[in-house]
Antibody, heavy 121, light 107 residues
């Protein structure tokens, strides 16, 4: 079964850090671009960051540039998001999402269940 | 940044009704437009890719059309399980963006 399982969310104070993880199974992880998409409570979806299959291409939303770092370990079928200098507006459910094909313009065909990040004093 | 604007934001419909949701892009995106369904407390689920291509396992009552800047998601003969929020997503630019969502309530 194709599956993505996120972990690492929690409650953190403003200015703090968290590291999110996403463990993939059921597909050849090393072949696909992977993504972090977040959803603030009661709000819509926002692509936070993307990383190509071999980590050659990395993109960030302007809202997190300079504070978040995406990475992956293809040997361990894992995706990560290091989140530093967290702000209240980073509070959201963070989803790991797989690109559906090998083309950058493909849709996100598999999503994890999400991990909740709450930034509050 | 390419902005996607969906309409309506909310719609209350009855079972068996036909529903149309539109998504307008701030610039031409070809057919690089995808649709998702998000039921309450669930992750998004891909419904339609590349504007009109069907996705395996998705009921045939869901269909999509459009290209350039104007796109449509159509749900024929609505069922109770279709109560959800629907999002469009463009992948034309390097950093993809989503529409604000359309919430569908079943009467």
């Amino acid at each position: 079964e194709v599956q993505l399982v996120e972990s690492g969310g929690g409650l953190v104070k403003p200015g703090g850090s968290l590291r999110l993880s996403c463990e993939a199974s059921g597909f050849t992880f090393s072949s696909y671009c992977m993504n972090w998409v977040r959803q603030a409570p009661g709000r819509g979806l926002e692509l936070v960051s993307s990383i190509s299959s071999s980590s050659n291409y990395i993109y960030y939303a302007n809202s997190v540039k300079g504070r978040f770092t995406i990475s992956r370990d293809n040997a361990k079928n894992s995706l990560f998001l290091q989140m530093n200098s967290l702000r209240a507006e980073d509070t959201a459910l963070y989803y790991c999402a797989k690109l559906g094909g090998l083309v950058r313009t493909d849709a996100f065909d598999i999503w994890g269940q999400g991990t909740l990040v709450t930034v509050s004093s | 940044e390419i902005v996607l604007t969906q309409s309506p934001d909310f719609q209350s419909v009855t079972p068996k009704e036909k529903v149309t949701i539109t998504c307008r892009a701030s610039q031409s995106i070809g057919s690089n437009l995808h649709w998702y369904q998000q039921r309450p407390d669930q992750s998004p689920k891909l419904l339609i890719k590349y504007a009109s291509q069907s996705v395996s396992g998705v009921p045939s009552r869901f269909s999509g059309s459009g290209s350039g800047t104007d796109f449509t998601l159509t749900i024929n003969s609505l069922e109770a399980e279709d109560a959800a929020t629907y999002y469009c997503h463009q992948s034309s630019s390097l950093l993809h963006t989503f529409g604000q969502g359309t919430k569908l309530e079943i009467k």
